[in-house]
Structures are given as structure tokens and as C-alpha cells.
């Protein structure tokens, strides 16, 4: 046998970019090959560029783990481990706007910009009290509706929004977080010996340091931090 391992390509900071033979390469493939590999199994990475399709997909057993954004919201197929690395989101504004924390953006008259489907935007559809949420299908297209529609807030991982400044001139980044995407691993509800196993993988691979190793390798230590 071999492990199916599901990855969402497209998360930059969790996979990096592809080998010379096309392998995927990064944070996330290299954990899933340390589980493949302390189970004694080669691994076979399942390539996905939509989550929803992903966490569909357990259903139909396209896959035996998956390294994904941990979300209530997602979890209706899927059991998730504790997470592994987080990722601060933020929300970008105009230079000009008078909004000055992630708190204050929530309040009556504010809309925000969100990726459609994006875990931090299933956050902000549970959590905003007085703003309104608008989603969009695609960064670039949310990048576009923010700035044609004089939208007051854009929501983003901060890492993604501070790479993709050129693409937004005439903002800033607020301080702080409004909350952390939560990577982890996850395998197919019902598994219990399975997800035991890589319940215990995960833990080890944090506390071994094995997670800040491969953080560093692959250059994103900046922009991932390692939930205690």
C-alpha cells in the first residue's frame, strides 16, 4: 500500500512550488512523506487547487490524509488533528481609511472583501456582527472588487496580502490578527486507529522540532508561527 496524501496547491506557504519531476514541495508535502515514511509506505500526493473539492472528496476515499485549514465548516467528512503551524489573518484598507485595528472593522457601514471559500473568510461568515462580508471567486478577482468598488476592507492571510502589495496600491495592513488559520492534518471520520496515529505524528513532529526544521527549509518561518 501507499498514502494518498491531499494537498491544497494553492496555500504558497504550505507548498512551495514542484520538483524537476513534478512532485509538490513544501511544509505540507514533506509532512505528509514523514507520516508516509514512519509508516513504512511510500507516499502519493493528490493534487487539489479548490478545499471544498478536497473535503468532498473523503467521501469518496480519493485520498487517506489531507493537509488543509482546519475549519468547522470543513470538518462534516473529516476529523482534524491539533494544528501544526498557524497563519495570521488581516485585513488590508485604503491609506486613507480611519480604520486602525481588525477590531474596529466590524461595525455598521463597512463592507469587507473575502475569498469566497477561503477558511479565514468561513470565519468571518460565523463571527462578523455589523459588517458585511462580500465574496468573491479568486484572490486576484477579490483584489479587482476591492479596489473598483471602493470596498472599506479586504480580508487576507497577511503573508499573501503583504507578497500581493503591488497588486493593491494605495492600502496598508492592519496591526495584529483578526484569527489564525490553523493548519493540521485530517484523515476520513471513522478511521479511529488511523487518526490516532497521526494525531500522535503531528504532536511528535512539533515537539521533535521537525515542523520548524521544514519551516526554515523552505523559507517560511516568517510567515507561520507553531501553536503550543
Known amino acids: 500500500g501507499k498514502l494518498r496524501v491531499a494537498l491544497n496547491m494553492r496555500n504558497q506557504l504550505l507548498v512551495s512550488g514542484k520538483s524537476a519531476s513534478g512532485e509538490p514541495e513544501g511544509l505540507a508535502p514533506s509532512m505528509g512523506a514523514a507520516f508516509a515514511e514512519k509508516l513504512g509506505v511510500p507516499v502519493e500526493y493528490i493534487q487539489y487547487d479548490s478545499v471544498p473539492k478536497l473535503a468532498d472528496d ?18 462534516e467528512h473529516v476529523e482534524f488533528t491539533a494544528p501544526y503551524c498557524q497563519i495570521e489573518a488581516t485585513y488590508a484598507v485604503p491609506t486613507t481609511s480611519g480604520l486602525r485595528t481588525c477590531a474596529e472593522v466590524d461595525k455598521e457601514g463597512v463592507r469587507i472583501a473575502g475569498c469566497a471559500g477561503a477558511a479565514y473568510v468561513l470565519w468571518l461568515e460565523r463571527n462578523l456582527k455589523h459588517a458585511k462580508l462580500e465574496k ?24 499573501k496580502l503583504k507578497k500581493d502589495g503591488a497588486k493593491r496600491p494605495g492600502t496598508r495592513l492592519l496591526p495584529g490578527k483578526f484569527m489564525a488559520v490553523e493548519q493540521a492534518a485530517c484523515t476520513k471520520k471513522g478511521r479511529v486507529q488511523g487518526f490516532k496515529m497521526l494525531s500522535e505524528f503531528i504532536e511528535e513532529a512539533k515537539t521533535s522540532g521537525l515542523v520548524k526544521q521544514l519551516m526554515q527549509k523552505y523559507k517560511v518561518d516568517k510567515d507561520l508561527t507553531i501553536p503550543s
Do not use: C, Q
Open 136 to 159: 468573491v471567486e479568486g484572490h486576484d478577482e477579490t483584489y479587482e472588487y476591492f479596489s473598483e468598488n471602493g470596498i472599506e476592507a479586504l480580508a487576507g492571510l497577511r503573508s
Open 58 to 75: 473523503a467521501v469518496e476515499d480519493k485520498w487517506d490524509v489531507a493537509m488543509i485549514g482546519a475549519d468547522p465548516d470543513r470538518a
